[in-house]
């Protein structure tokens, strides 16, 4: 009986440090992570402001630094990584749909549709998206140092009141600039007949995305509302489960 009582005592134990090794793993990779994604925001930041300080015009802005804003914004697909395997108590759900919908603003509209990419609108989600990527990945790495300062605490949960509708401007209205430059170009669309007998247009994909704002831009606002009152405030949340 001691023996089996020993023997449950020491697989307890090899579970035990089994665990804390794998917390271990994950707060490091997670704070190399933010600590990377901090930096590489704030490369895009300084590169903006030096584009415009020596040109005076934001024309050509997003061609100099198309290369570093795909690859960070693509990059972030590790966070829906992090929420899958379970290093990150977030919803694979909403942190999908959030990466993909900008990867999908990077790639398959600004960049690929070079008329568009001076339009105001992109200046303006671009300087949203950088803004807002700062102050999180900021937060979430002093957050993982326990060295958390109040104000990166409260820019977190305040400036998305303003930025987060700033950004979703700019993003609609960019998609609805590009919109007359798909339909003439006929781009990433099959018409029939072809040998695979599908049908699609990607001008009419677009307007399905812009209307798709209307019930998830609430849902997440509102989240992150809840949220802000959960943290700056301590109010207890009760969410139902996704």
Known sequence: MASSEDDGTVEEKENNNKRRTKSALATAWLTFYNIAMTAGWLVLAIAMMRFYIQKGTTKGLYRSIA????????????????CAIGIVRTSVIVTGVQVCSRIFMVWFVTNSIRQIQSEESVIL?????????????????FNL??????????????????LYPL?????????????????????????????????????????????SYIPLF?????????????????????????
């Open 67 to 82: 290369r570093t804003l795909k690859f960070f914004q693509t990059f972030a697909l590790a966070e829906v990584g992090h």
């Open 125 to 141: 989600f671009l300087v949203v998206w950088t803004m807002t990527e700062i102050t999180r990945y900021s937060y979430y790495t």
């Open 145 to 162: 140092l326990h060295h958390l300062p109040y104000f990166i605490k409260w820019a977190r949960y305040n400036f998305f009141i303003v």
């Open 167 to 211: 950004g979703v401007i700019g993003e609609l209205m960019t998609i609805y600039a590009a919109l007359p430059f798909v339909r003439r170009s006929g781009m990433y669309s099959m018409r029939l007949p072809n040998k695979y007998n599908v049908s699609f247009d990607y001008y009419y994909c677009l307007i399905i995305l812009m209307l």
């Open 218 to 242: 609430p849902q997440l606002f509102f989240h992150m509302l809840r949220q802000r009152r959960r943290v700056l405030h301590g109010e207890v949340i009760v969410e139902k489960d996704d």
